[in-house]
């Protein structure tokens, strides 16, 4: 007997007797070709992207649409007379600087690369530089940008007369602080600047002490012309009579902004009193140029009580002029 033909003949009975049960699977396992993703938001936390403007209009949805158009205008560059009041060090090359402009006013600018030995500002911007400049200024919360500085000479005072010196610092001083940023005030810078000439003028003159007091005066007065606080000097200021050499005392009143004659003093309590050569002075200023120097200082000692009381404190140089 054949064995391998029996059981051959059995596997095969056996296999047909269970045909349809042991099919092959047509469809095999498919291996994921996608990672699990982890940490899956859920549905109602998802971001959903915003509509474009195309896609609400198809939706019928009512949208407002507001378009802003933003134009980026360079500053415009400004050619102007000026003349430095104030100069700081921003950097090694760099300063910070105030100008009392003609057209302008008082304003802050920057002077990029003013210190370096080749620059469009002549060298090292110092106080009383006066010149053309050119600058460009977007908005008044910033600092304005300077460009150019055409130095004139012939504004540095030579260390020998300190004096000469302080009055010009006491008048940029007073000019800095009665004067508000962009308020023009022409008339003001010409005589600001005339006062810095006639004041180089007259440094090495034999009476430069009293010539340059004088000068101070002239323009400490027309300061406070241009800016709204002229006191009344050719009469009193409550009784409205004209002052004259008769006047048996003459005093000055701050708080009134005049000449007090003897007859009102009383109702003022700041005054101080005059004499009469001070006193012809203020009413008369042609009298200025003539008188001695004990007069001129009386006079500017009156000035800077005045300038005291504007401004809420004493100015910081007239202690230097007081002194001399």
Not at 140 to 153: D, G, N, S, V, Y
Request: hydrophobic share 35%.
């Amino acid at each position: 007997m054949n064995v391998n033909k029996v059981l051959t003949k059995d596997y095969e009975n056996k296999t047909l007797s269970r045909s349809g049960k042991n099919k092959a699977n047509t469809k095999p396992i498919q291996t994921q070709t996608n990672p699990i993703k982890a940490n899956k938001m859920p549905k109602q936390t998802q971001f959903k992207a915003k509509q474009s403007q195309f896609q609400r209009q198809k939706n019928g949805g009512a949208c407002c649409f507001v378009y802003t158009i933003r134009y980026d205008i360079p500053d415009m560059l400004t050619k102007d007379l000026a003349i430095c009041i104030r100069a700081l060090d921003y950097s090694e090359t760099s300063q910070i600087v105030t100008l009392f402009i003609r057209a302008t006013g008082k304003i802050k600018a920057i002077a990029k690369g003013s210190k370096r030995p080749k620059s469009a500002f002549d060298g090292p911007i110092e106080i009383f530089s006066c010149g053309k400049i050119v600058f460009s200024d977007s908005t008044k919360e910033k600092l304005a940008t300077l460009t150019e500085f055409e130095q004139q000479p012939g504004f540095t005072h030579q260390s020998d007369n300190l004096f000469a010196f302080n009055c010009c610092l006491l008048g940029t001083e007073l000019l800095s602080s009665l004067t508000n940023d962009y308020d023009p005030h022409p008339q003001l810078f010409d005589s600001f600047l005339q006062f810095l000439q006639n004041t180089n003028e007259t440094r090495d003159a034999l009476h430069a002490s009293r010539d340059t007091l004088a000068l101070l005066i002239l323009f400490q007065l027309a300061l406070l012309k241009e800016v709204g606080l002229q006191p009344i000097l050719n009469a009193c200021i409550n009784c409205k009579n004209n002052f004259s050499t008769d006047w048996s005392e003459v005093y000055f009143s701050s708080l009134a902004n005049g000449l007090i004659c003897r007859d009102c003093e009383a109702s003022f309590p700041d005054k101080i009193r005059l004499k009469k050569n001070a006193a012809g002075c203020l009413a008369n200023l042609k009298r200025i140029a003539e008188s001695n120097e004990k007069t001129l200082k009386e006079v500017e000692k009156i000035l800077i009580h005045h300038f005291t009381n504007t401004l809420g404190r004493p100015p910081k140089m007239a202690k230097h002029i007081s002194k001399s």
